[in-house]
Every structure is written in structure tokens, then in C-alpha cells.
């Protein structure tokens, strides 16, 4: 498979990188700030449920670390699955979010393009309940 296109989103928030990593880490946040997935999120054994506007989406996280990563895997109703890198750097007394997006094999730019704009929105959001 040859490589995708990518786009880095960093954000940076005015709160310690400990408290960022475990907010952005718990998988019930998660619709709490990312807008499109859902309003409720499920446990089901090492995996979460959403009920998407497509349909059920399902979610892997990263195991618990020290090191600030959030990486993810989103496998959609169409089966397709998305990996999504995610990191939390600290940053003098704040921190560093990166979502790096990887345009999918079938997405057209504008799509890539809309979807980057949506990444920088959900973040922004992020920003705001942590900074409030």
C-alpha cells in the first residue's frame, strides 16, 4: 500500500500535559468534545461503541502510558478501519495536542480538506473544556 497523505493538527492548551492526557484518555470523554461520533459511548470488553450517523462505529484505544499517546483505531460500519495517531506533549506549563489525519485511499481532496477543518474544530473544543 503506498503511503497516505498526512496532516499533523497541533493545538497548543494552557493546562499541564498530565491533566490533558487524562481527560483526552478516557474513552467516555471522548463525545464530550469530538462532535460527529455520537452523543453516547459504549464499553464493550477492550472496545468502545458509538452510534455514528452512518451507523456503529467501534474504537481501540491505546493502553494507559506515560509517554502521552492517544493513538486510536476507528473501524467503521463500511468496515473500513482508520488509524488515528494522537499525541499529548508537554510544553513549557502547557501542552501540545497532535491528531495527525491521513486521507483515505477513496477521499477526494476536498473531503481530506473538510475533514482536517472538523479535526482542528473537535480540538478547539477539547481546548475549551480543558482551559475552562
Excluded at 485511499?105 to 477543518?117: L, N, T, V
Aim: net charge negative; no cysteine.
Amino acid at each position: 500500500m503506498p503511503a497516505l497523505e498526512s496532516r499533523t493538527i497541533t493545538l497548543w492548551i494552557d493546562r499541564p500535559s498530565d491533566l490533558v492526557y487524562a481527560f483526552a484518555s478516557s474513552p467516555e470523554n471522548l463525545v464530550k468534545w469530538a462532535s460527529g461520533l455520537g452523543d453516547t459511548i459504549r464499553q464493550a470488553g477492550d472496545e468502545w461503541t458509538v452510534q455514528g450517523p452512518s451507523g456503529l462505529v467501534t474504537l481501540h484505544f491505546a493502553p494507559p502510558n506515560a509517554y502521552g499517546v492517544l493513538d486510536h483505531r476507528v473501524l467503521l460500519p463500511s468496515g473500513d478501519v482508520v488509524e488515528v495517531p494522537m499525541r499529548v506533549i508537554p510544553n513549557g506549563t502547557g501542552s501540545e495536542i497532535q491528531f495527525t489525519l491521513f486521507r483515505q485511499p477513496d477521499m477526494s481532496q476536498e473531503r481530506f480538506e473538510d475533514d482536517a477543518r472538523w479535526v482542528e474544530r473537535d480540538l478547539h473544543n477539547l481546548k475549551r473544556i480543558l482551559e475552562a
